[in-house]
Structures are given as structure tokens and as C-alpha cells.
């Protein structure tokens, strides 16, 4: 896998086809402030903001300026469905200030089949649910990430094996009960318009593989500078 790090969407919206292993990016550091997004394919009549996230941009000076958008609990982003294969990788940013309170990262809106949530628990700790006949999720044990400080946070995937990273590190190695796949068209808000994210969220990837410990950390070398850790 060719890794790219800081990358720029290949127009000037926000959700583009990349290069590699990398399907979609959303990368607040480096957008135009569009809050219309692109899919894989190219331009979704559909895809739109909810409310109104806030796009800050004034945060840092020259190569260390970063872009984020706030959502407020109200606020998420919603773009064309696109269906998950059981091996892939979610990478971004977040600096959450909202305790015991479920976060959803991504998941699907709305219709189905929806089977996969990536989200914050309420203990703070990174959570992937899923569904298998049953909902069911595997949590993170090792940090907390709802303190109110920039984390990199990767969900990496394939078959039953889940690991969750957090600013470099591995977090948590876990075994789920089943290899699942699912459809995720939302960022910030589960099904029905549940759980909302509250703070701050950039640079939201999508991978096709599952990404190493080595990437892992080679990305958050990379881009900490930006975030001040």
C-alpha cells in the first residue's frame, strides 16, 4: 500500500476517489469549506450538511494551520450509500468535550440494510457495533478519548478481527463474533437521526484494507503537528 499522508481530495468538494487502498477522504485540513460531498463515482445530487456544522479554519499558522468542522449534536454530513467490505479501515480525528454520551463517528441514516456503527462510548472508550442476527459491538478498554484533546482514532478490520488504535498505538486487539459488512452513508449520526457527535471532527478516511501498526502510526507522525500533540 502506497500511504499517503495530509492527502487532498481530487476536487475541490470534499468526499473524492483516491489513490490506493484509500476510498474516500474527507479531510478538513485541506477542504475548500465545501459541504457538498462526491462520492466514490463522482457527484451525489443527495449529498449534503444537516443543520449547520461549523467549518473553522483559523486554528495554527501556515503548514501547521488546521481545518475541522464543530457539529454540535444537531449537525452531521450525509452523503450516497456506499457498502462496506468486511476488510477495511476507518482513520480520523475527533476532540470530543461530551462525557457519557454516545458519539457516532459513522454509520447509515436511514433504509438499510444497516449493520455497522463506528462511534465513541459513554465511557469514552472507541466502539464498533454490529449486526450479525443480533446487534452486538466490541469497546475499546485501553484510552479515553472524550477528554477534550485532539486523538487519532483508526477502526481496522478484516473478518473477525477488529483493532482499535489511538494516537499511534494499538488500544485494543478484539475478536468479533462474526465477519460482517455494511452500509454507511453518515457522518455524525446514527439510524434515525440518533446519537449525534458533539466537538470536533477532520480528516476522515476510509481504507480498503486493514491498515497496520506501522501505517497506523507512520499516519499519526505525520499529522500530530497540526492537532498540537
Known sequence: MGTTYGSKPNSALSFAVERDNLLQCYDAMESTG????????????????????????????????????????????????????????LSTWIRINDTNALETLCSHISGGPVG????????????FGYYDGSWKAVTGTGTVVDDNVWHHCVFARSGTNHRFYVDGSLDTNLTMDAAVTGTINTIGSKWGGGYK???????????????SAAQVSK???????RFGV
Do not use: W
Not at 39 to 50: H, I, L, Q, R, T
Not at 116 to 127: D, F, H, K, Q, R
Not at 197 to 211: K, N, R, W
Not at 219 to 225: I, L, P, S
Open 34 to 89: 465545501s459541504l457538498h460531498f462526491p462520492d466514490m463515482a463522482g457527484v451525489y445530487s443527495g449529498s449534503k450538511a444537516e443543520s449547520s456544522p461549523t467549518l473553522n479554519t483559523t486554528d495554527g499558522v501556515g503548514n501547521n494551520k488546521i481545518k475541522y468542522f464543530t457539529l454540535d449534536g444537531s449537525d452531521y454530513f450525509h452523503f450516497e450509500q456506499y457498502g462496506q467490505p468486511n476488510i477495511c479501515s
Open 197 to 211: 457527535f458533539t466537538g470536533d471532527i477532520a480528516h476522515f478516511s476510509m481504507y480498503s484494507v486493514q491498515l
Open 219 to 225: 499516519m499519526y507522525e505525520a499529522q500530530r503537528h
Open 116 to 127: 455497522s456503527y463506528y462511534a465513541i462510548e459513554t465511557t469514552g472508550y472507541m466502539l
